[in-house]
């Protein structure tokens, strides 16, 4: 079958694969948690899943181990309806591992990996590429290689064939311990980052200084991405378009369950409802919907989400977003 006649892909994440052991009982830190409910996890991958959950093609390309880890993830993404064409299970490597405390806030995380980072340019088909409407990825990756050389793989065969390419620099010095070649990989990848998916935090990390909201919009736009979603927990979403700053969401109270991959699926949130055609401002309140539906699961999103549901029920959004100036509260 050549790929002309493959089914389309809305979404082709490439990432790492990894199991989530979450604590079982609220932890502000591992040092407090003691048992354990395992997941299927890794950003990439939590956002394959809740764009299929959405209603869109999502597939995942990552490499993982072929023993029971192995098996059990690949499991999971099928029955979440992720294309599974392009994940790379090799026994002789073993899946990577997370351990994560549940708490409202950024979550305690300990990585151990081995499978994930040894992702080879090989592995990277252009047809998956071909395939697909849009291109997703993170700074997970990036950290190692080979599998930093096989995302700039990825990354230059989307600029060849004109894909939009979505990123989300969710930097951690836990993951990525060399600060200097962290900065200087990520200065290359954003230049061909189309749509920009940072919060608070990754921009605190990534700069290593105190700065605005939009001093830090600027910052990302200065380096590349035309769409920078700016997240901050509590005080909601920024929105800006080229430079221009379009708007404040507000953030709503919701009882949160558990937080882990909440960035995953607010952004397979806006992603959805950009391919669907709506506009930044509607894609950005779809993502809040789709968040606060995430906050209340432990896990992922719920199997039996209705997109066409959400979307009639989002505000209008000249009246759901504050004034375009705003005030940080003090972050």
């Not at 932890?27 to 997941?39: D, H, I, V």
């Not at 072929?66 to 309806?81: D, H, P, T, V």
């Not at 990277?124 to 395939?131: L, N, S």
Request: proline share 6%; aromatic share 8%.
């Amino acid at each position: 079958m050549t790929h002309s006649s493959l089914p389309e892909i809305d979404v082709l994440a490439i990432g790492e694969i990894l199991i989530d052991f979450i604590s079982t009982e609220p932890a502000e830190s591992l040092l407090e948690a003691e048992a354990f409910q395992r997941f299927q996890g890794g950003s990439p991958a939590n956002l394959a899943v809740n764009v299929s959950r959405l209603g869109r093609r999502a597939a995942l390309m990552a490499k993982m181990g072929a023993g029971a880890f192995g098996q059990f993830l690949k499991a999971e993404m099928q029955r979440s309806g992720v294309i599974t064409d392009y994940l790379v299970m090799d026994p002789a490597v073993q899946t990577s591992l997370v351990f994560v405390s549940r708490t409202s806030g950024t979550p305690d995380f300990e990585p151990y990996r081995s499978g994930d980072y040894q992702l080879t340019p090989a592995e990277v088909p252009e047809q998956a590429i071909q395939r697909a409407r849009l291109l997703h990825t993170t700074t997970w990756l990036l950290s190692r290689q080979p599998s930093r050389s096989a995302v700039f793989h990825a990354l230059r065969l989307a600029r060849h064939l004109g894909k939009p390419v979505s990123f989300d620099p969710n930097y951690s010095p836990k993951v990525w311990f060399d600060r200097a070649d962290a900065l200087n990989t990520l200065r290359e990848t954003f230049q061909y980052v189309t749509l920009l998916k940072a919060s608070l935090d990754d921009a605190r990390r990534i700069f290593g200084e105190e700065d605005t909201p939009e001093r830090y919009i600027r910052r990302f736009h200065d380096l590349g991405p035309q769409t920078v979603v700016f997240t901050m927990g509590k005080d909601g979403s920024l929105l800006s378009e080229q430079g221009k700053l379009l708007g404040h969401l507000p953030a709503r109270p919701v009882q949160v369950v558990d937080a882990t991959g909440a960035g995953d699926s607010f952004w397979a949130g806006f992603l959805t409802a950009l391919l669907d055609g709506k506009s930044l401002e509607s894609c950005l309140l779809f993502a809040r919907e789709v968040v606060e539906l995430k906050l209340r699961t432990v896990g992922a999103l719920p199997a039996d989400l209705d997109r066409q549901a959400l979307y009639a029920h989002l505000p209008n959004p000249s009246e759901a977003f504050a004034n375009a100036s705003f005030a940080a509260n003090g972050d």
